[in-house]
């Protein structure tokens, strides 16, 4: 008892670094995947990382939609009438019907405007040109020089000519969103400086300009395409949240990162989503998917590693099971041999002179050669199976014979030990095909046994009879019994219960395990009936014709 509780301390450390080294880094990966992917949820990483790249997007796209105004204006500007051709901007203004009004501001108090002749039937747009050409000169006559300056200050650090901005105007009691062209015209020189300019109409942009800019920026739209969420893009004005222009897949709704226009359209606000989704759903969806293929993960590596657990704790038991048998089997050798020896000293030193004694003596020491022997023999077997060498001779024999046979020998003895002893022996039992030598091997492990673990009520009863048209063989003992629990384990190798009475009874916990390997070699099985305290039954079943030409080998135990 003593013995197995120090050896069972000494697998806790092992056991301890199992969980060590393999439990902790596991339970280590699966805590910080599960934080890190809160840490993700908590602080709206997936959210930040689009917001960054989406701003990055608008920031591109404005430059761009910038780019496309500025090569529009230029365009339009170059073929603006000379500066002292102030006549010609109805002809301008036909030529580039997006156009709302044109004008030329020449000194103080000259200026000419015009507005787009098709439109002037419209009443309000007649009234909105007046009142632009009475805004524009009072604002030119003061501030013309600066103008020039600012023209002239641009085509000298980025080569370009004109400079765009805003205008707003009311419209149906809506304030509306113009662009506004100024540039130096053809004609104007140091002396006699002019500013030209023009007015794209809210129309124009909302309509045309602004839907055509933003699909040249999102240039893989595909309406029918429903698969992959793209981004979409609008504009609108810094006060209405209603889009003024949007690209061609845009849903409705609010756009998820907004950027003012910076330069050429102040005032305009470009914003940008996906369609069809929103970044919190990707990003749940992110999460959501993080979290399942970390929860298969952990499973498939808490699968694994019961695994190695379960495979760790067999290998201790089993290394526990070899020492056991080692200093079981040393033991087992020892006494018979001390036994053998001292006998035949005594004998040998011939001062015996009671021949009762002597016969005593020399029955002692064949008793205890034959249970060495019979141990050298399971050794040797046992050895045989395990690397696959053992063979066995086949024949049809009576089985009825060999059992009596082997019996024989033993009756007296186990008679003299104080055993009942029954053998029932039916007579119409069937030839069977089996290897002597390993059968009857096997009925004297078993009947061993029961002689072995019968403490107070000594009984063994041997019954041989037919069965499915073959026979059954039984060796049955009113012994200390075993639990159900123990019964499937003892036919393991090296397998002894950890029970104190047996404990104290010698063993090498191989014969079960050799009775089963050579009875499934017959084709047949062992089976055990118990009970804890009342006996056990071990019924070996051999079917009718056992494979007549098995060369059974390998150990299955
Ligand atoms: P051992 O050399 O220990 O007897 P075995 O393989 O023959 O090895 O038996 C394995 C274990 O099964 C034994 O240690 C014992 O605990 C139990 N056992 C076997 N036969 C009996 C029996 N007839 N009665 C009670 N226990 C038994």
């Not at 102040?266 to 969806?285: E, F, M, Q, V, Y």
């Not at 067999?314 to 079981?328: H, M, T, W, Y």
């Not at 384990?489 to 014969?511: A, W």
């Amino acid at each position: 008892m003593a013995k197995s509780q120090v050896r069972r301390l000494s697998e806790r450390p092992r056991m301890l670094m199992f969980m060590l080294g393999v439990m902790l880094p596991a339970a280590a990966f699966i805590v910080a995947g599960v934080w890190h992917l809160r840490t993700i949820q908590r602080d709206k990483a997936i959210e930040a990382v689009f917001q960054r790249e989406y701003q990055q997007v608008l920031a591109i796209a404005e430059k761009r939609i910038d780019g496309r105004a500025y090569e529009i204006a230029e365009e339009a500007s170059a073929r603006f009438p000379h500066a002292s051709q102030g006549d010609k901007l109805e002809g301008f203004l036909v030529s580039h019907p997006d156009i709302a009004h044109a004008f030329v501001w020449t000194g103080k108090g000259h200026l000419e405007s015009q507005s787009q002749p098709d439109r002037m039937s419209n009443p309000e747009f007649a009234d909105e040109g007046k009142k632009f050409s009475s805004m524009i000169g009072p604002w030119f006559d003061l501030e013309s020089k600066d103008w020039i300056a600012k023209l002239k200050k641009i085509e000298a650090m980025e080569g370009r000519h004109v400079y765009i901005t805003s205008n707003w105007v009311t419209r149906d009691d809506k304030m509306q969103y113009q662009s506004l062209v100024v540039f130096m015209p053809r004609g104007s020189t140091a002396e006699h400086p002019a500013l030209g300019g023009f007015v794209y109409d809210t129309d124009y942009l909302s309509n045309k300009f602004f839907p055509q800019a933003l699909n040249e920026v999102l240039p893989n739209q595909n309406k029918n395409d429903t698969s992959h969420p793209q981004p979409v893009m609008m504009v609108r004005t810094a006060k209405d949240h209603t889009p003024l222009a949007a690209s061609i897949c845009w849903d409705g709704g609010s756009p998820e990162v907004e950027r003012g226009f910076d330069s050429v359209f102040p005032g305009l606000i470009l914003g940008i989503k996906l369609r069809g989704t929103t970044i919190a759903n990707i990003s749940d969806h992110f999460v959501r998917a993080a979290f399942l293929i970390l929860g298969a993960l952990s499973l498939l590596m808490g699968g694994g590693m019961l695994l190695a657990y379960r495979n760790v704790a067999r290998e201790l038991a089993l290394a526990k099971l070899k020492s056991d048998f080692v200093s079981n089997v040393s033991h087992e050798l020892r006494t018979p041999l001390a036994l053998i020896r001292l006998y035949a000293e005594t004998l040998e030193l011939g001062r015996l002179s009671n021949p009762g004694k002597r016969q005593e003596y020399y029955e002692i020491i064949r008793k205890e050669s034959e249970r060495l022997s019979s141990l050298i023999n399971n050794i040797l077997d046992f050895s045989r199976i395990e690397s696959g060498k053992k063979e066995y001779d086949f024949r049809q024999t009576d089985v009825a014979d060999l059992v009596r046979g082997t019996l024989e020998s033993y009756r007296f003895e186990i008679e003299q030990n104080g055993f009942q002893f029954e053998q029932k022996i039916d007579s119409d039992l069937p030839q069977v095909c089996v290897d002597r030598e390993a059968i009857a091997r096997s009925l004297l492990n078993l009947v061993n046994n029961a002689v072995k673990y019968s403490a107070t009520e000594k009984y063994l009863g041997v019954n041989l009879y037919r069965h499915n048209g073959g026979v059954n063989l039984e060796v049955v003992d009113h012994g200390i019994g075993i639990s159900e629990k123990e019964q499937p384990k003892i036919f393991e190798k090296f397998y002894r219960v950890s029970d104190p009475l047996v404990h104290d009874t010698k063993g090498s916990g191989l014969g079960l395990s050799l009775v089963r390997h050579v009875v499934q070699a017959h084709g047949g099985e062992v089976a055990v009936e118990s009970e804890p305290g009342r006996g056990s039954k071990f019924i070996i079943t051999l079917p009718p014709q056992t494979a007549d030409v098995q060369q059974a080998k390998g150990m299955s135990a």
